[in-house]
């Protein structure tokens, strides 16, 4: 399973940006997905997450600013990013888990190929 991510570039403090990220192969189901980022220097972090179910979970430092959302129909995780802060500068990975085809149902956790946000004035 693969997973492309689009949609970062540079904005100015205040500003806006949505990410999304489609995921394609052999799917069965998805399970979880998740936004994840990793600044320079830093680990990898998790930005947010989002059940099959349409249940999400945020990092302290991103909510009321950033919302994950998902269509199943499309295979495809969104992340609205508003109110963007220099801090928020970093490489956005996707990532999401399930099952795919195969001789037999086998459970996967992919990762995209990450897109820089920078975040600047």
């Known amino acids: 399973v693969q997973l492309q991510a689009s949609g970062g570039g540079l904005v100015q403090p205040g500003g806006s940006l949505r990410l999304s990220c489609a995921a394609s192969?052999?799917?069965?189901?998805?399970?979880?997905m998740a936004w994840y980022r990793q600044a320079p220097g830093n680990q990898r972090e998790l930005v947010a997450s989002?059940?099959?179910?349409?249940?999400?979970n945020y990092a302290d430092s991103v909510k009321g600013r950033f919302t994950i959302s998902r269509d199943n129909a499309k295979n495809t995780v969104y992340l609205q990013m508003n109110s963007l802060k220099p801090e928020d500068t970093a490489v956005y990975y996707c990532?999401?888990?399930?099952?795919?085809?195969?001789?037999?149902?086998?459970?996967?956790?992919?990762w995209g190929q990450g897109t820089q946000v920078t975040v600047s004035s």
């Open positions: 990532n999401a888990d399930g099952r795919s085809y195969g001789w037999s149902l086998k459970t996967f956790s992919s």
């Open positions: 192969g052999n799917i069965f189901s998805i399970n979880g």
């Open positions: 989002i059940t099959s179910g349409g249940s999400a």
